[in-house]
């Protein structure tokens, strides 16, 4: 049974859309982080928070915003998204190493 | 610039046989290992890991050997099985809750 939760897992939408892919963990992890993955490419990461109101950018640049106002929540933000948005991405969170992950969300921009 | 390098994008190994899957890094701050399994349309689940302090950690049909002075290390599944057909990802940190860097992944293919 996943501890950690991600919504929609599949999302097609237009271009100049807002959306907002969902995270949520219940195992109270303070650390949680945001990657984006391409086909047969790494996992890059894009966003990480290390507890309430702390975000920061990953190492790979990204249009994307993201919050965290309680522990169980990460709630990833495109403001206007574009076909260059289409990738996977995926939800993460640890406590002290190693992640546990989501399930991804699956995203095409059109 | 790749940290964490698995050149190999896929490898395809009889039913019954050891799986190899290779990973080489380039920061010698890394002082924590990772192997993930990831299936389509899913997360990456974690595997085996091992600390820089240990040149081998076995887990099961799993095994993650670490050469320190080579950068390298590997995963080891023996005997492999049906259900093993994945993508494997190596994956390294500085420290054990730092922040992890993942390498492009490996598709293991068992063959029937």
């Known amino acids: 049974e996943a501890d950690i939760y991600q919504t929609p897992r599949y999302l097609v939408i237009g271009t100049g859309k807002k959306i907002t892919l969902e995270c949520s963990q219940t195992?109270?992890?303070?650390?949680m982080y945001w990657y984006q993955q391409d086909p047969g490419m790494e996992l890059h990461l894009i966003h990480y928070s290390y507890g309430v109101n702390s975000t920061e950018k990953g190492d790979l640049s990204s249009e994307s915003t993201v919050s965290r106002i309680r522990t169980e929540h990460f709630p990833l933000t495109l403001e206007s998204a574009r076909p260059s948005h289409t990738s996977q991405y995926l939800c993460?969170?640890?406590?002290?190493?190693?992640?546990?992950f989501g399930s991804g969300t699956r995203l095409t921009v059109v | 610039d790749q940290q964490v390098k698995q050149n190999s994008p896929s490898l395809s190994v009889q039913e019954g046989r050891i799986s190899i899957l290779n990973c080489d890094y380039t920061?010698?701050?890394?002082?924590?290992f990772l192997w993930y399994k990831k299936y389509p349309a899913e997360g990456p689940t974690f595997l085996i890991s091992i600390s820089s302090i240990k040149d081998k950690n076995e887990d099961g049909r799993f095994t993650v050997f670490l050469n320190k002075s080579a950068k390298h290390l590997s995963l080891h599944i023996v005997p492999s099985q049906p259900g093993d057909s994945a993508v494997y990802f190596c994956a390294a940190s500085g420290t054990r809750d730092d922040k992890i860097i993942f390498g492009k992944g490996t598709r293991l293919h068992i063959l029937p």
């Open positions: 920061n010698s701050m890394f002082d924590y």
């Open positions: 993460a969170s640890s406590r002290n190493y190693g992640y546990t």
């Open positions: 195992m109270g992890h303070d650390k």
